[in-house]
């Protein structure tokens, strides 16, 4: 039986550093990884495949606002819909060309996706999460009287930025579809972690102004369909602990146990390697017999086949 496999995409997979950030551009590097990928289902494996979307949001959110004067600015949550599509589009595109050279007849679908909140998720109450451009102090108090945003100072970088809340996923609204889907194609879904939506009392979903961390949402829909490896993807090969200092260690394996240790001695920074540590943890603690992994996106396939990366397992 074929491994099934929610592999989760960081940013490097979509924009290199020296992007101009141009929709071309962004579809180069595009290209290049998804010939990754096609080598990963030509060698049998199912996928579904989980994007970041921050730059992207940002881009968005920063043309919005330049526009103002012009035509409305467009709420958080549909940036964060826009985003799915074009990204979805530049991956589903490449990745199935990349697939036709590699003899592979699977069709490749991007799905918008939504994805539920708790509307009473703490980080509402105490938004983190900077997006968008930066303000001087009076745009920035100007914006919080006219449209209700919450500005915070970013000293070392000299401006104001809007931040938001960054609430756990719930539940993955499509995820019946995804589940149709595969394994007859590979999906393309919960893009940024999916679109952020509460569930009214009445049943309704209602859009609300946050952002989802993709990696908790990639771990989320590898539960949901009940997936073999959650196969996070970075920058780099392996995990660290002492990262950047002469005492760095590479490490091949870490149980539950040692994980929550180190993550207890702020190891792994809360803003960068420590959410995709969190969520190979969550998902392995909810599937003991099962693993997930974290390395570099060129040591894709040497990783899912036990020769690099770090592996999670429950002990």
């Given amino acids: 039986m074929a491994e099934k496999v929610v592999i989760a995409l960081g940013g490097n997979a979509l924009q290199s550093k ?22 990963l289902s030509a060698a049998g494996y199912e996928m579904a495949v989980v994007h970041g979307n921050g ?6 959110l920063l043309s919005s606002e330049t526009a103002k004067d012009v035509v409305p600015p467009m709420p958080l949550e549909v940036c964060g819909s826009m985003s799915q599509g074009y990204i979805g589009y530049h991956i589903q595109q490449a990745f199935g060309h990349e697939l036709a050279k590699h003899g592979v007849d699977v069709p490749v679908v991007a799905l918008v996706t939504q994805t539920i909140v708790d ?3 703490p980080s509402f109450a105490h ?13 920035a ?9 919450v500005m915070q100072e970013d000293k070392a970088r000299g401006g104001w930025r809007r931040v938001v809340a960054s609430p756990k996923p719930q539940k993955i609204v499509e995820i019946e579809a995804v589940k149709l889907l595969w394994p007859e194609a590979i ?6 972690g999916g679109i952020p939506v509460i569930q009214n009392p009445d049943g309704s979903l209602e859009g609300v102004a946050a952002v989802i961390d993709k990696d908790f949402g990639a771990e989320l829909l590898a539960e949901d369909v009940a997936a073999d490896t959650l196969l996070i993807l970075t920058e780099v090969e392996k995990v660290a602990v002492n990262f950047g200092t002469p005492d760095q260690v590479n490490l091949d394996h870490l149980s539950l146990e040692e994980a929550a240790r180190y993550c207890a001695e702020g190891q792994f920074g809360s803003g960068s390697m420590q959410p995709k540590v969190e969520a190979c943890m969550k998902f392995v603690r909810a599937n003991p017999a099962k693993r997930a992994i974290i390395t570099s996106l ?8 036990g020769k690099t990366g770090t592996h999670f397992t429950y002990a």
């Fill in 18 to 39: 020296e992007s101009d950030g141009t929709a071309a551009s962004q579809l180069e590097v595009v290209k290049s990884t998804v010939e990754i990928l096609a080598d």
């Fill in 55 to 60: 730059p992207q949001v940002g881009r968005i």
């Fill in 119 to 121: 509307g009473a998720d």
């Fill in 127 to 139: 938004p983190t999460k900077p997006i968008g451009p930066f303000y001087d102090e009076a745009e």
């Fill in 141 to 149: 108090k100007q914006l919080e009287a006219e449209r209700g945003y």
């Fill in 187 to 192: 999906v393309v879904c919960v893009g940024g």
């Fill in 298 to 305: 060129a040591k894709a396939k040497e990783a899912l086949e």
